[in-house]
């Protein structure tokens, strides 16, 4: 089985930053894309950025500039650099990653969430 574990959210000021990381352990044989959504009250819970196994990044619009994704594969860890956040990025955060685990002696690629990480801006 595999966990996906998030840190860094917290309350910040418009105009300024935060860094998200998430860190995957369990029996992980490699990891595939990962990405980050979030989801604020009332809303549908949208993708951030993402970014695969080869380093190929996308961004949601309204994020584009302002937000970051990348990973240290050694470490089976995502991170969100966020600056110039806004107060419409409030939301909490989940972090995703397809994995490559095993089981009864097979491979297989699953999906997998983290628990999410309150991000608020406040004006």
């Known amino acids: 089985q595999v966990q996906l574990v998030e840190s860094g959210g917290g309350l910040v000021q418009a105009g300024g930053s935060l860094r998200l990381s998430c860190g995957a352990s369990g029996r992980i044989f490699s990891i595939n894309d990962m990405g980050w959504y979030r989801q604020a009250p009332g809303k549908q819970r949208e993708l951030v950025a993402a970014?695969?196994?080869?380093?190929?990044?996308n961004y949601e619009d309204s994020v584009k500039g302002r937000f970051t994704i990348s990973r240290d594969n050694a470490k089976n860890t995502v991170y969100l650099q966020m600056n110039s956040l806004k107060p419409e990025d409030t939301a909490v955060y989940y972090c995703h990653a397809d994995v490559k685990t095993s089981r009864n002696s097979r491979y297989y690629t699953g999906s997998y969430w983290g628990q999410g990480t309150q991000v608020t801006v406040s004006s």
């Open positions: 970014i695969t196994s080869g380093g190929t990044t």
